[in-house]
């Protein structure tokens, strides 16, 4: 993958939830809600303040974030689909 985001916009893929619930009963791909956890693929080099300073992002490559299930713009490269998110529309890291 040949992509890295400008600013301070990241890019993740979300991660998979589970076809089948603690009870056994299977969930079809129909009634499924988009996953809220993902991990991030690539960051952008950080928020530009007005007098030009750039101010680096808390996430990095690799860490598993909580995003909002309508957050970001989703795009499909290589044949796998991402989100391209604001660092401000994550909601917060999972499991440090």
Do not use: C, Q
């Amino acid at each position: 993958m040949n992509f890295r985001p400008l600013h301070d916009r990241v890019m993740v893929k979300r991660e998979d939830e589970e076809d089948v619930t603690k009870g056994g009963i299977i969930i079809p791909d129909t009634a499924k809600e988009k996953p809220m956890h993902a991990k991030i693929v690539a960051v952008g080099s950080g928020h530009r303040a007005e007098d030009g300073s750039i101010t680096p992002l808390e996430v990095k490559k690799g860490d598993k974030v909580l995003i909002g299930k309508w957050s970001g713009t989703e795009v499909n490269i290589d044949n796998v689909d991402y989100v391209i998110v604001k660092e401000s529309d994550i909601m917060g890291i999972v499991g440090k």
